[in-house]
C-alpha cells in the first residue's frame, strides 16, 4: 500500500513541475503582448484617413447651364 500512495505522490508532484513552466509562460505572454500590439496598429493604420489629390471627373457627363433670368 505504501508503493501505491508513493507512485501517486510522484506522479503528482511530477504534474505540477510541468504545469511550473516558465519559460513556456514567458514565451506565452510575449507573444500575446506581440498580438495586441499588431492589433493596436493596424487598428490605426485602419482610421488613418488620406485625402486623395486627385478628383474623378465624369468624362461623359452632360453639363447643362443655368438659364439667365
Sequence with gaps: MNDLNDKLEERWQQRR???????????????????????????????NTIEPMAEVQDSTAVIIPEPNP
Excluded at 17 to 25: A, D, P, Q, S, V
Excluded at 40 to 46: F, V
Design 17 to 47: 513541475k510541468k504545469g511550473y513552466n516558465w519559460t513556456r509562460l514567458i514565451v506565452l505572454v510575449v507573444i500575446l503582448i506581440a498580438v495586441i500590439y499588431g492589433m493596436n496598429m493596424l487598428k490605426k493604420m485602419g482610421t
